[in-house]
């Protein structure tokens, strides 16, 4: 098919030709190759064939552009539509290679240019709607993502954490119809109650949801006043999440059915939860071990003690400082840490050396013969 052609090798110029450049390598390759000059050659045809459609639509603007961002995406890639293949499969479970000739691609849209069945139908000069050869059956709900900010000490012990979400839900004046109270659901005009139109022309078709139904096969009298028309209210809901133990940030959880409402009574999606951990003012975590900072004053490492600190469960642990304890000199308390399945991490003790910022003239004249004693310099 030529829509699967690199139009630009077609005319022998690079992706980033000129207008004027894609124009004179029309015409150069059309007088060389015109039916006219070559009328027994029946290559020489195809060949002009090809020429033409590629100047169709590179020497268009609007379609380069429309057909530069398709290559982007993959679209042409192996031959066939296979760099969409894949795409269109995790969208709608239907697969786009091999001998099948109905590309799916409902829904899909590439940012300002439009859905595939605008770009397409605009690229290769369709744009004849003809009925889908299938009628639309039910669709599980949208796939609800979002972002959740939970404490350090839930996040390594677990526990639960509500969110509240926006999301579509069945709108309780029509209860999902469209319809406004007293109204009646007539078969839809443009997809005669398919709930999906095509567009295209030759061997391949892109199909669309009916933009007039939305997909439902009916349309109303007369709109529902609350939807108007869509059956779908947006609607905050709120989620008690559970947090498993030892999850960290970017930490991802699916919970089943929590999502977008389905269409035309299908399941609904699910709920896609990343956490983010907020930081702690004791803990800092390093894998599954949790790092602890405790200040001890200088007489403290100088001479030695006993300090206790609290682990993440609320108990609390001793640990011996001996003399001579530098700032920085880290004490590990085994299976104290994070829990992820059978793997426990331990909680590490790391002393900071606090030295008092001022001091009284008899604590400087002490302080002064200390060092002195001691042979330190100051």
């Given amino acids: 098919m030529a829509q699967t052609k690199d139009f630009y090798a077609v005319l022998g110029v690079g992706s980033n030709a000129s207008q004027d450049e894609i124009k004179k390598a029309y015409r150069k390759l059309a007088k060389k190759y015109h039916p006219d000059a070559n009328a ?10 090809e020429i033409s459609e590629a100047n169709n639509v590179l020497g268009n ?5 429309q057909y530069d ?24 479970g239907a697969g786009a290679r091999g001998g099948a000739q109905s590309i799916n691609f409902e829904d899909f849209d590439i940012g300002g240019l439009g859905g595939l069945g605008d770009l397409f139908s605009s690229m290769f000069g369709g744009g004849e709607t003809r009925q889908s050869s299938r009628p639309r059956g039910p669709e599980k709900g949208q ?26 839900e069945e709108c309780g004046t029509c209860h999902g119809s469209g319809a406004a109270p007293g109204a009646q659901l ?6 005669n109650g398919r709930g999906v139109i095509s567009f295209g022309q030759g061997g391949f078709a892109v199909n669309r949801p009916c933009p007039v139904c939305l997909g439902k096969g009916q349309v109303p009298t007369e709109p529902c006043p609350t939807c108007h028309g869509s059956g779908e209210v947006r609607a905050r809901r709120k989620v008690l999440v559970n947090v498993p133990p030892g999850v960290d940030t970017g930490s991802k959880i699916r919970l089943k059915g929590q999502g977008g409402k389905g269409n035309a009574n299908g399941p609904p999606g699910d709920l896609v939860i990343t956490f983010n951990v907020l ?8 894998g599954l071990d949790v790092i602890a900072t405790v200040p001890l004053n200088i007489a403290q490492a100088t001479l030695g003690t006993k300090i206790s600190v609290r682990t993440l469960d609320g108990k609390k642990v001793a640990i011996k400082i001996p003399p001579g304890t530098p700032s920085g000199k880290r004490f590990r308390v085994r299976g104290q840490g ?3 399945g059978d793997t426990k991490g331990d909680l590490i003790v790391e002393v900071s050396i ?22 330190m310099k100051f």
């Fill in 40 to 49: 027994s050659d029946a290559k020489a045809a195809e060949r002009f064939k």
């Fill in 61 to 65: 603007s609007a379609k380069r552009k």
């Fill in 69 to 92: 961002e398709m290559r982007r995406l993959g679209a042409f890639d192996g031959g066939g539509f296979g760099g969409f293949g894949g795409g269109a499969r995790s969208a709608r």
């Fill in 143 to 168: 796939t609800v993502e979002a972002t959740l900010d939970i404490p350090f000490r839930t996040a390594a012990r677990g526990g639960k954490v509500p969110i509240e979400l926006e999301v579509s």
């Fill in 186 to 191: 007539k078969t839809c005009p443009e997809c």
């Fill in 279 to 286: 930081p702690d003012k004791f803990y800092r975590r390093d």
């Fill in 338 to 340: 994070i829990q992820k």
């Fill in 354 to 375: 606090q030295v008092p910022e001022k001091l009284s003239e008899e604590q400087e004249r002490m302080m002064r013969e200390f060092a002195e004693s001691g042979g």
